[in-house]
């Protein structure tokens, strides 16, 4: 399942993360793992929520932060949970890019039994149909 934040800047998004997140732990089957642009979340959050910089690993593009997922993937089936804060920042993209991404994620996510939430700095407005279902 995938689940999509979108606002403004300054419209509350990471804050919605945060408390997604804390609430998705307590009832987590599985691990959670939150990626996010920059080290600001680390007291936010819960000590057992895996917390990734992607800043940290060099994730520049689509491409890289695909390669992310699927290798936390690979390295831990028992991931049930992601959450990725500032999808722009990471990737460093456009809205064709995020909406590619966001198309990849769907397919990911339900082939391997994960639910996949990110934020998005954007209007809602401004992106397609396909992409306005996960928010």
Same mark, same amino acid.
């Not at 408390?19 to 680390?42: Q, R």
């Given at each position: 399942?995938?689940?999509?934040?979108?606002?403004?800047?300054?419209?509350?998004?990471?804050?919605?993360?945060?408390?997604?997140?804390?609430?998705? $732990?307590?009832?987590?089957?599985?691990? +959670?793992?939150?990626? @996010? /642009? *920059?080290? !600001?979340?680390?007291?936010? $959050?819960?000590?057992?929520?895996?917390? +990734?910089?992607?800043? @940290? /690993? *060099?994730? !520049?593009?689509?491409?890289? $932060?695909?390669?992310?997922?699927?290798?936390?993937?690979?390295?831990?089936?028992?991931?049930?949970?992601?959450?990725?804060?500032?999808?722009?920042?990471?990737?460093?993209?456009?809205?064709?890019?995020?909406?590619?991404?966001?198309?990849?994620?769907?397919?990911?996510?339900?082939?391997?039994?994960?639910?996949?939430?990110?934020?998005?700095?954007?209007?809602?407005?401004?992106?397609?149909?396909?992409?306005?279902?996960?928010?």
């Amino acid at each position: 399942m995938i689940h999509v934040i979108m606002g403004l800047k300054g419209s509350g998004k990471t804050k919605k993360l945060i408390d997604a997140i804390n609430s998705t $732990l307590e009832n987590a089957k599985g691990d +959670v793992v939150c990626i @996010e /642009y *920059g080290k !600001k979340l680390t007291f936010d $959050l819960n000590y057992r929520v895996r917390l +990734v910089d992607s800043e @940290e /690993y *060099g994730i !520049k593009n689509v491409e890289m $932060l695909e390669g992310l997922l699927s290798g936390l993937h690979a390295g831990n089936f028992d991931i049930t949970n992601v959450f990725i804060d500032n999808l722009y920042k990471t990737i460093g993209a456009n809205k064709a890019a995020a909406e590619e991404f966001i198309s990849w994620c769907a397919q990911f996510a339900a082939a391997h039994n994960m639910n996949i939430t990110m934020t998005i700095s954007e209007d809602p407005a401004a992106l397609s149909d396909e992409v306005k279902q996960y928010l």
